[in-house]
């Protein structure tokens, strides 16, 4: 593999082991506006539902990315008081029920083996692809379900 310092270039390359936010932002940002106008689909937003608890506290949430009449599921957490008692369900249903209201047909998410496989299996998910050893000991999982 080629070193980025033997590229003869007047750009100057530097590693970040603590990126900022805002560039981190930045680069989703020009990679987002990137696939918009490749694909040719203009609309890109995420979307989110919450769990607080009566003094506000954040209890449980899940963020998608609405796109091309898809749904990303990026997070979902649930307080670990709370695990067991149907809350992700409920999360993950209310975030597909808006993506249905928003013309999606597909949701897709990945998680790990140690995470929540058999829960999104239970939900109607199906395993599209295994990354094994990702952690090591472990697998990387993505999903799929048909919303429509």
């Known amino acids: 593999m080629t070193a ?3 590229f003869p270039s ?3 390359w530097s590693i970040d082991h603590h990126p ?3 560039a981190i932002q930045a680069v989703r940002h020009e990679l987002i506006a990137y696939n918009i106008a490749t694909a040719a689909i203009d609309t890109s937003r995420d979307v ?4 607080h608890d009566a003094h506000g506290g954040l209890r ?3 963020v998608g990315t609405l796109w091309g009449h898809c749904v990303e599921i990026r997070y979902l957490w649930v307080h670990p008081r709370l695990r067991g008692q149907g809350y992700g ?3 993950l249903q209310t975030l597909e029920q808006e993506a249905r209201a928003q013309q999606c047909h597909v949701a897709i998410l990945e998680t790990y083996s140690f995470q929540a496989p ?3 299996q239970r939900l109607g998910y199906e395993v599209f692809g295994v990354i ?3 952690p090591r000991g472990c697998q990387k999982m993505f999903f799929k379900k048909r919303l429509a």
């Not at 989110?48 to 769990?51: G, I, N, S, Y």
Request: cysteine-free; charged content about 25%.
């Open 89 to 91: 369900r409920r999360l």
């Open 60 to 62: 449980g949430g899940i």
């Open 20 to 22: 900022s936010d805002d």
């Open 132 to 134: 094994d050893g990702y």
């Open 4 to 6: 980025a310092t033997d």
């Open 118 to 120: 058999a829960f999104y």
């Open 48 to 51: 989110a539902v919450w769990l």
């Open 10 to 12: 007047p750009l100057q």
